[in-house]
């Protein structure tokens, strides 16, 4: 893995608070990505109860669509794999080195850690509203 | 319709500055949850002081709204005790778990589902929270210089110098 090819966090921080700024100015959008998870889930919830979305207010006040920050977060994907893939540092892994070091090669295990984890940080991200 | 490609093209970019710094990664993350690496504190600190000069000055200008989040502590310190609990198991926060999978980190699509997951069961509890966590110590929207009762510029100018301390601070514990 080619680490030198990697930039300054400094400099790559700098040029993304550029991004925000313009972001804010252009389209009048702040960064965020917790509120589309709401999204994704009231669009899978709806494909099985559709009168849910009706219900809860939840639903009612973030919409399930796909809004800017619902394709920001799309972008950030497919963005971070061309920098990924332009400087060859793409990587298919299922256990992330810090974790294999002190887990070994436990994907299952890394598995319901990452899920669970994921349940806890979004039931928490959305409470804080961050 | 064009809101949505503008969201795209951010996110693309956002995306590509966030791997070429490596700040995706679970090893980064946890790097900076075990406070041996502060690569990520570094790339946030640095995003945070050039765009809060430049939407401030937007803003002075009349140019550009502020988006501020509402205060209740209750709700605020829960939330934020398990966001770091969550973040913590799953090496990933909700924005760079996309980044994670698109540099081939497959293990974030775990934490992918888990968040949408997460998501759905918070809709659900919804109601019971706002009449508990909501309803302790809301303080509506405030903001520092309100609190402090002084203008803005002093309190950007005071975060960018401890921002500047804590580089180099970083830099010479070589973190």
């Given at each position: ?126 409470m804080a509203d961050? | ?69 509402t205060?209740i502590l209750g709700a605020n310190?829960i939330g ?45 509890a919804y109601p019971l929270l706002k009449n508990t966590v909501y309803a302790w110590g809301d ?37």
């Open positions: 893995m080619p680490r030198n090819s990697a930039w300054s966090p400094y400099a790559a921080g700098a040029l993304t608070g550029v991004v925000v700024i313009l972001s804010v100015w252009i389209a009048g959008q702040y960064f965020g990505a917790s509120t589309s998870f709401v999204r994704a889930a009231g669009m899978i919830e709806g494909l099985f109860a559709p009168e849910r979305l009706e219900q809860l207010e939840y639903y009612v006040r973030v919409t399930p669509q796909v809004d800017w920050q619902w394709m920001f977060v799309v972008g950030i994907l497919v963005g971070s794999f061309i920098a990924a893939v332009t400087s060859g540092s793409f990587r298919v892994q299922l256990v992330p080195d810090m974790w294999q070091e002190k887990f070994g090669f436990t994907p299952v295990r890394r598995a319901l850690m990452a899920f669970f984890g994921g349940v806890i940080a979004m039931f928490g991200a959305r961050g | 319709m064009k809101l949505i490609i503008i969201g795209f093209i951010t996110g693309l970019l956002f995306g590509f500055l966030l791997q070429k710094a490596r700040v995706v990664r679970y090893d980064k993350q946890l790097g900076a949850l075990r406070l041996i690496d502060m690569t990520i504190i570094k790339f946030m600190f640095s995003a945070v002081l050039v765009s809060m000069v430049g939407v401030y000055l937007l803003y002075d200008l009349g140019q550009v709204d502020l988006s501020i989040k205060t310190i934020a005790i398990l966001f770091g609990l969550g973040w913590g198991m799953l090496g990933y926060c909700p924005g760079t778990s996309l980044g994670a999978v698109g540099e081939g980190r497959l293990d974030a699509l775990w934490g992918i589902l888990g968040m949408i997951f997460g998501a759905g069961l918070f809709a659900h303080h509506g929207k405030i903001t520092l210089p309100q609190i402090l009762n002084i203008g803005h510029w002093p309190v950007i100018i005071a975060f960018i110098i401890i921002g500047l301390l804590l580089f180099v601070w970083f830099e010479r514990k070589g973190l």
